[in-house]
């Protein structure tokens, strides 16, 4: 029976996708820093003060990346070794990165130490891989996704599981996501503001501004609520076997 195809690839560039936002946000207020020549920023600064928290998530929040490329490259056959190294590339070179450009960022501070416990959580998510690949929880996985999920359904499967991570940002509905009307709209009007063609449009958009942001009503809200919770659920479903 052929092998169901290995959502971790599409998991392992899903969460690099939430490193770089959470690393990079709010993206506001980029500059050059004054008087800082280009190959100074390659030096990351040691932190003055230390932070638990931040500490334990910089460790934690490249872990997940390290367990999925490790998982995506044992998948193509690659050795213990390779994969684990391939981890470990991918969390130096995406902290390292995201470190770098936070020099551009005022509300960024970037640090030696953050860069450190990213490579060090990254490693971390590797050798979680090599341990339940040893005890067995990779193959009971395997076999557990061949009897309950069809075939190709890799995508429906990352879908999946990121969405409780895209239920941490909230919505003024529960269990909403993808509320980016407010934030798409003043994407518009900044395009829009210096072409005089566009004023008829970005008038209609500021004029509708506060219609559009306004609170729903019970029954739109519950109904929100309801198709939420649905979205979710008919795609689990499109994915399962069909004889379940």
């Keep these: 029976m052929p ?23 709010p993206f506001e207020g980029w500059r050059w820093p004054p008087g800082v020549p280009a190959w100074q920023l390659l030096r990351l ?33 690659a050795a213990p ?25 005022p509300l960024r501070v970037p640090s030696a130490l953050d860069w450190l416990l990213n490579s060090a959580g990254a490693a971390l998510g590797a050798a979680t891989t090599f341990a339940t690949r040893r005890l067995g929880w990779l193959a009971r996985w395997q076999a557990l996704r061949e009897r309950w999920l069809d075939r190709g359904s890799g995508g429906a499967l990352a879908l999946l599981l990121l969405w409780p991570v895209a239920l941490v940002f909230p919505t003024p509905v529960p269990l909403g996501v993808g509320q980016l009307g407010p934030q798409l ?9 210096d072409v005089p063609a566009g004023d008829a449009l970005a008038a209609w958009l500021q004029a509708a501004g506060p219609e559009l942001d306004a609170p729903l009503s019970p029954l739109a809200d519950g ?7 649905l979205g979710p659920c008919l795609l689990a479903f499109a994915a399962s076997h069909r004889g379940l």
Excluded at 8 to 22: E, H, K, R
Excluded at 84 to 105: D, F, I, R
Excluded at 185 to 193: F, K, S
């Design 3 to 25: 092998r169901h195809r290995s959502s971790a690839a599409l998991l392992a560039w899903a969460w690099a996708a939430v490193i770089v936002y959470a690393s990079l946000f």
């Design 45 to 77: 600064p040691w932190p003055r003060y230390f932070i638990p928290f931040d500490i334990t998530s910089n460790l934690l929040a490249y872990a997940p990346l390290g367990f999925l490329v490790a998982l995506t490259r044992l998948r193509h056959g």
């Design 81 to 105: 070794v390779a994969a684990g190294a391939s981890a470990l590339l991918a969390g130096v070179g995406l902290s390292y990165a995201m470190e770098l450009t936070q020099h551009l960022l």
């Design 185 to 193: 709209r003043q994407l518009v009007l900044g395009w829009l503001a």
């Design 223 to 229: 109904l929100a609520v309801a198709l939420g919770l």
